[in-house]
């Protein structure tokens, strides 16, 4: 069955950066629209960067310029490289992917089970 694993959370200082990765298995990262989504204590998860079939990509005003997406299909990985963290970007981060899109929770087909981010 399709798996999706996430890993590199952690805790980390304001300013401070987070590579977190996404490992695929049974599951084409290049042939899915692949996202990031978080989900505060008390919030609704939301979408934080996507990255589509074609290598397009898209991100929520709060990340622009900070974070970026990208995959490696070598590798099969999907990639959030976090920079310039700010306390309100502390949340669970889900890898997601969706067949032909992934900007919204309920295009999503296949979910992680989550890494922690916590900014301090």
């Known amino acids: 069955h399709v798996q999706l694993v996430e890993s590199g959370g952690g805790s980390v200082q304001t300013g401070g950066s987070l590579r977190l990765s996404c490992a695929a298995a049974?599951?084409?990262?290049?042939?899915?629209?692949m996202g990031w989504f978080r989900q505060a204590p008390g919030k609704e998860r939301e979408g934080v960067a996507a990255i589509y079939s074609s290598g397009s990509t898209t991100y929520a005003d709060s990340v622009k310029g900070r974070f970026t997406i990208s995959r490696d299909n070598a590798k099969n990985t999907l990639y959030l490289q976090m920079s310039s963290l700010k306390p309100e970007d502390t949340a669970m981060y889900y890898c997601?992917?969706?067949?032909?899109?992934?900007?919204?929770?309920?295009?999503?087909?296949?979910w992680g089970q989550g890494t922690q981010v916590t900014v301090s």
């Open positions: 997601a992917a969706g067949r032909l899109n992934c900007g919204s929770t309920y295009r999503i087909a296949y």
């Open positions: 049974k599951l084409d990262v290049s042939k899915f629209c």
